[in-house]
């Protein structure tokens, strides 16, 4: 850090932000301009707003609506791409270019190792970017346990291409299934596998898309597809004795009792196993799939859609710089250290200012998310942050990996930075509780202050979302679709 | 018709419609659903308002605001798919189902005869659908001219897939050419070919393209990427001596003024002949062309998009339909009549009542088009009606393929059959003039009453536009649209 105040006499400090997502976005938004040359590398241009994926991926609200432009941010640099290496020594980033059209707004699941075929469209041109201080808030990936055909078959849901293709396959299937039956054409049992619309994991992104799913059926295509309602099911699976588990034992039975009126399975305890296409034309031409359940034997369950919402895995960035020696000048005073991570999840341990801690090489990891307490003898890369789902706190190892504790962290950050305090105050999480949406207007709210279900809960899910991250533009947006959804119906162009 | 007004006792008489542009969708619409069963056959399951779809190509508005899907149509049943084949003398329509999720919604230039590879996605399942009355309304293709590379590199921009691929092009390319210069990474020199836009056609729709994209680039990306400005550059290309024909000499004066202005660049009398991917990486991972152009000799132009927005050619269903011989239970009461064609456009040949005319199987095709009278031998299939841009009047043979005049056959043709009076009056188009919006506010309008210009034609081309076809959804969204891009800025997310 010396080298780079004695810079700040002349110019401004540059902090690079490795993502764009919830701890990425609002570290760029809330950094003093004044203070700081902000850049930031992202894979992908724009800001998702994640609570609402699902609301785009049923039409309610359109696409752009939950998207903010990293470039809209003003003076705030960008470089679309990949950050491909960091040299903690030199403080450079190594950026690898992303130039395709929409691939980064795709959820890509990389292939095991071993497997590992390269993405040629991940081939890009590279440059390097120096840095003051680095933010490291690039994400997880999705989790697929290894279960064979997940990654190959299921749709995700974490990113605004994966809501669109989610879209287009729901709207694809009503359409193929409204063809008359017949001779060479589908039977009743074709369209019941294809309608049948199978969710695997019932945690709030589960719950809320199967929500959201019904309310699209039942509220709009049963006008436009009467005759197709009869073979529509709508089911979440789940491998936990009960679904929602972070809410208590009442809201999570209002939630299940909700969803039953609704006629939306809930299988709990039921493992995955296999995912493959359906035999014959059903599944190579239109895309069916069979579900093997250990709990059901051998019978394959058939499925036009599976939206797998569960599991998280390190980012391959992390990885990659954990196994990176530093040398002396990297900061830390000490050769032969590296980036410490926890054993558990893979993640960056950092202390409480969400500085980067250093381990000695041989390996002296924290094991906090298992309990042990945390290796006192690393030390600290200063002008290295990590935050959102790569970082695990040493003093509070088990903060859930959530959209709140990343905003919050980048938001503790950003200020901390620009006071150029950073040790100043140690960040705390305060829980704001967790909302649910429940379909046909009514959610579940819990959190340590009170907890609401039904439609007051509704009213406050869609208030709070209005007023955090969102700019103008789509705090205008966003009721006007709520507004012409609920007077018009919801978007059904299949396009 | 004998059999079917029997039935009509029973029943309503069914009538299909093939297509669901500006002809198809208004048919629908306008037939009264008391007497008429309404059936649309279309390989795209929404009709697109197309004088707003260089708007959305640019992002000030979105996509799905100019789309109408005919489901919402009460009461109207759609068959998604294309219409394969029709036996007059059955009255059967084969339909031949387009299960994609969006591949109808983009142009697609069959390969010309000889070089035929199927379509493989194209291999649907097909069905019979009976019909009493048919309306073909399923409008026309591009055409290439057969000019080497224009099928495989150009951009069109006729239906909303189309306007999609250029918006994300267009943003892609400024991101592109975001990234540093230097070792391994795009020199200057080609930045200025990436941003390149090159536009053949001068008609309304290519110089609007241009306008719009003129307003994109110096409204909004200018302030997000300052720096590449300097490498921008727009250009027109026609291959006559002026641009928007059907413009008098002052307006398109005016036209080529503001255009000066704004530093586009409109060059008449250009022949292209050839497009290919430029050479090396600028070519195979950037996606530049090359365009040879007659008059600059051997010196290709490189380019980073290529819009084509000049003629059209006959759909391949019209020319299978002109080759069949129908059987005197067909309608006409003659054996071996086949339908009569236009020879200079391939159309399909009516009287001035909309009704599909025959002709004897020697081939005494009207050459209307060319001046000549047209053949008074021919026969009436009198429950058949070619519409829009695959009709040809017998009696005014020069109509053009617009918008105007397939939406006025449309309504002519749906209110006469709702009197049950088809040959009640004829056809006759009133023309309500043209108007072409030329960036920043303004526009040209032309009609026989009058001539506007600057923001009075403007005000009328936006006011114009809001009240007709379009849903009450998009009545309130349009305007919201504009206004948001006013105040906010158009959507840049590269999504």
Request: glycine share 10%; aromatic share 8%.
């Amino acid at each position: 850090m010396e080298s780079s105040k004695s810079k700040s006499k002349h110019k401004k400090e540059r902090v690079v932000i490795l993502g764009s997502g919830w701890a990425g976005y609002a570290v760029a938004r809330t950094l003093d301009p004044a203070k700081y040359e902000r850049v930031v590398v992202s894979p992908r241009s724009y800001f998702v707003f994640t609570p609402l994926l699902a609301s785009t991926s049923v039409g309610t609200l359109e696409f752009r609506t939950i998207l903010e432009p990293v470039r809209r941010l003003p003076q705030v640099d960008f470089f679309q791409g990949w950050a491909d290496d960091v040299d903690f020594d030199t403080k450079m980033v190594r950026v690898e270019v992303n130039t395709s059209s929409d691939m980064g707004s795709q959820t890509v699941i990389p292939p095991p190792p071993g497997q590992a075929t390269e993405n040629p469209s991940k081939k890009g041109d590279v440059f390097d970017l120096s840095y003051d201080k680095l933010v490291i808030a690039c994400g997880s990936y999705s989790q697929t346990f290894g279960i064979e055909g997940v990654r190959q078959h299921a749709h995700f849901l974490r990113d605004i291409g994966d809501a669109r293709r989610i879209r287009l396959r729901v709207l694809s299937l009503f359409e193929l299934c409204s063809y008359p039956s017949g001779a060479g054409l589908l039977t009743d049992d074709d369209k019941r596998t294809l309608l049948h619309f199978a969710i695997v994991g019932g945690g709030p992104t589960g719950i809320e898309f199967a929500a959201e799913l019904h309310d699209l059926i039942y509220d709009d295509l049963a006008r436009l597809y009467p005759d197709l309602l009869r073979f529509v099911r709508i089911a979440v699976y789940d491998v936990a004795p009960k679904v929602l588990p972070m809410f208590d034992q009442a809201l999570a039975k209002y939630a299940m009792d909700t969803f039953a009126r609704h006629g939306i399975d809930v299988r709990t305890e039921h493992h995955l196993e296999r995912l493959r296409p359906a035999d014959g034309d059903l599944g190579s031409r239109h895309g069916a799939l069979r579900i093997k359940v250990k709990e059901l034997g051998d019978d394959e369950v058939g499925a036009g859609l599976v939206v797998w919402s569960t599991g998280l895995m390190q980012n391959p960035l992390v990885a990659k710089l954990t196994g990176k020696k530093l040398s002396a000048a990297g900061g830390t005073g000490e050769a032969g250290q590296r980036l410490a991570t926890d054993v558990r999840t893979g993640g960056l341990v950092t202390d409480a200012y969400l500085r980067a801690r250093t381990t000695s090489s041989e390996g002296n990891d924290s094991a906090a998310g298992a309990g042990a307490p945390p290796a006192a003898a690393g030390r600290l890369l200063e002008d290295v942050f990590v935050i959102g789902d790569c970082a695990i706190l040493e003093n509070d190892p088990a903060l859930p990996k959530t959209a709140q504790v990343a905003s919050q962290q980048a938001i503790h950050l950003a200020k901390r930075l620009n006071r150029g305090d950073v040790s100043g105050k140690p960040f705390a999480f305060r829980n704001w509780g967790t909302l649910t949406y429940l379909g046909s207007w009514k959610a579940i709210h819990q959190s340590s202050a009170d907890e609401l279900k039904g439609w007051v809960a509704w009213v406050i899910w869609r208030g709070a979302y209005l007023t955090k991250s969102m700019s103008v533009r789509n705090k205008i947006l966003v009721p006007v679709y709520w507004a012409i959804s609920w007077l018009f119906g919801r978007g059904i162009s299949r396009f």
